[in-house]
C-alpha cells in the first residue's frame, strides 16, 4: 500500500528538515536519508527562502506549523515531528490537509533515565538534605530515604518510557501495575487496570509515574478523587504532560502533606520563548499556584529530553521513518488525529 497523499507526486521528493542540525551533522543525514529525496536545511535559509521551502515541500521533519504554514504547505504529504506529544499541533487542520503526521519515541529511554532519577532524588529527599547540610545542619534522622525494595509502581499509561522505567527498576523486587487504555500487554509481571478502575489502582501504589499524552480524555486524569486515593507515603512522578494532573489537586495535596512528595518536569504555565534569544524576563512560574514555595517537589523546566545523547541517534530514527514513506511503505508512529496521539 502506497502512503503518498496524492497520485502525481515528483520523482524526487523535498524533504524540509526543520529540526536544529548542525553544520557538521548535515552530511550524515544526507547520508542516511533515501537517494532520491533532496534535502533542505531550514536553518539555514532566510526568511523568504523558509516560506518557499514550506509551500513546496513534500516532507517535513520537525518543526511546529501555525495554520498558515499547513494551509500553504499544497504538497505536503508527510510531517515528521520530533516530540512525542502533539498537544500543540492543529491536527485537525492536519487531517483536512490530508498529511500523514507521524511523532517520535526515539528519546523515550532518556526520558525514561530522567523519570528514574527524578523517583530516586524524591525518595531520598536529596533536594530537602542537600539543603539541610548547607546549613551546617547534620541531623540524618529529619528526612529518612524510601527505598524502591518490595514497593508497588503504578504506571498511568504504558508506553515507551514506562516499559524502560520498568525496566530500570526490575533490580527492586517492585509490584508493577498499569493503568492503561486496554487490558493487552506484553509485560506478563505487569498487572493491568482500565481507566474505570483506576482509583483501585492508585490505593495499591507506593510510587506513581505519569507519562500521559495531552488529549480530551487525558486532560485531569488525576485530580482530587484520585489524590484522596493515594497513600500518606505515595511519590508522583509526571514527564507526560501537565494538565493530564490537576494542579490545584497536586498542589493542596502537596501542601497538606496528603502525600509524600513529587517530582514534576512537565508544566502548565509556559514561557512564550525558550531560547536564549527569546525568553521573558525571570521569574515565569510554571503554575498559578506556588510550587515553588514548597518543600516537598522536585521541579524542573520541562528539560527531561534535554541531553548529551548524540541528536544523530535522534535523528536517524527520523530519516528512517520518512525513508520508509518515500520508498512507499508504511511508516511507524503514525498518529491517529482523531484521538491526538
Same mark, same amino acid.
Given at each position: 500500500m502506497k502512503f503518498y497523499k496524492q497520485l502525481n507526486y515528483a520523482p524526487t521528493m523535498k524533504v524540509?528538515?526543520?529540526?536544529?542540525?548542525?553544520?557538521?551533522?548535515?552530511?550524515?543525514?544526507?547520508?542516511?536519508?533515501d537517494?532520491?529525496?533532496?534535502?533542505?536545511?531550514?536553518?539555514?535559509?532566510?526568511?523568504?527562502?523558509?516560506?518557499? @521551502?514550506?509551500?513546496?515541500?513534500?516532507? *517535513? *521533519?520537525?518543526?511546529? !506549523?501555525?495554520?498558515?504554514?499547513?494551509? #500553504?504547505?499544497?504538497?505536503?504529504?508527510?510531517?515528521?515531528?520530533f516530540g512525542t506529544g502533539v498537544d500543540r499541533?492543529?491536527?485537525?487542520?492536519?487531517?483536512?490537509?490530508?498529511? !500523514?503526521?507521524?511523532?517520535n519515541h526515539s528519546h523515550s529511554i532518556v526520558i525514561a533515565e530522567y523519570a528514574f532519577s527524578m523517583l530516586n @532524588?524524591?525518595?531520598?529527599?536529596?533536594?530537602?538534605?542537600?539543603?539541610?547540610?548547607?546549613?551546617?545542619?547534620?541531623?540524618?534522622?529529619?528526612?529518612? #530515604?524510601?527505598? !524502591?525494595?518490595?514497593?508497588?509502581?503504578?504506571?498511568?499509561?504504558?508506553?515507551k518510557i514506562a516499559q524502560h522505567v520498568?525496566?530500570?527498576? #526490575?533490580?527492586?523486587?517492585?509490584?508493577?501495575?498499569?493503568?492503561?487504555?486496554? #487490558?493487552?500487554?506484553?509485560?506478563?509481571?505487569?498487572?493491568?487496570?482500565?481507566?474505570?478502575?483506576?482509583?483501585? @489502582?492508585?490505593?495499591? @501504589?507506593?510510587?506513581?509515574?505519569?507519562?500521559?499524552?495531552?488529549?480530551?480524555?487525558?486532560?485531569?486524569?488525576?485530580?482530587e478523587k484520585e489524590f484522596a486515593e493515594m497513600k500518606p507515603s505515595a511519590i508522583i512522578v509526571n514527564v507526560g504532560r501537565g494538565d493530564t494532573i490537576n494542579d490545584k489537586a497536586m498542589y493542596v495535596a502537596l501542601k497538606e502533606k496528603k502525600i509524600l512528595g513529587a517530582a514534576i518536569d512537565v508544566w502548565y504555565n509556559y514561557p512564550k520563548g525558550r531560547d536564549p534569544l527569546e525568553r521573558e524576563p525571570v521569574p515565569v512560574y510554571p503554575s498559578k499556584y506556588p510550587f515553588h514555595e514548597l518543600d516537598n517537589i522536585i521541579m524542573t523546566a520541562h528539560r527531561a529530553w534535554s541531553t548529551d545523547y548524540p541528536w544523530s541517534e535522534f535523528s536517524r530514527t527520523l530519516i528512517e521513518n520518512v525513508n520508509k514513506f518515500i520508498r512507499g511503505e508504511k511508516p511507524d508512529n503514525i498518529v491517529n488525529l482523531d484521538e491526538g496521539y
Open positions: 524540509l528538515d526543520m529540526t536544529r542540525v548542525k553544520d557538521e551533522e548535515i552530511e550524515q543525514t544526507r547520508k542516511i536519508l537517494s532520491s529525496a533532496e534535502l533542505i536545511i531550514y536553518g539555514n535559509l532566510n526568511e523568504e527562502e523558509k516560506k518557499e @521551502a514550506i509551500e513546496s515541500a513534500d516532507i *517535513i *521533519i520537525g518543526g511546529r !506549523l501555525t495554520d498558515e504554514q499547513i494551509k #500553504s504547505s499544497k504538497n505536503l504529504k508527510m510531517h515528521q515531528t499541533h492543529n491536527t485537525q487542520l492536519i487531517k483536512e490537509n490530508n498529511i !500523514l503526521f507521524c511523532n @532524588a524524591v525518595s531520598k529527599e536529596l533536594y530537602v538534605n542537600d539543603k539541610q547540610l548547607r546549613k551546617g545542619d547534620w541531623d540524618y534522622r529529619k528526612h529518612p #530515604s524510601v527505598t !524502591l525494595f518490595n514497593k508497588t509502581l503504578l504506571f498511568i499509561g504504558y508506553g520498568k525496566r530500570m527498576c #526490575s533490580p527492586f523486587n517492585m509490584k508493577f501495575i498499569a493503568v492503561k487504555r486496554t #487490558s493487552t500487554i506484553e509485560d506478563e509481571d505487569v498487572k493491568v487496570f482500565l481507566p474505570d478502575d483506576k482509583l483501585e @489502582a492508585i490505593k495499591q @501504589a507506593d510510587f506513581i509515574l505519569n507519562t500521559l499524552p495531552k488529549t480530551p480524555n487525558t486532560i485531569n486524569f488525576v485530580s
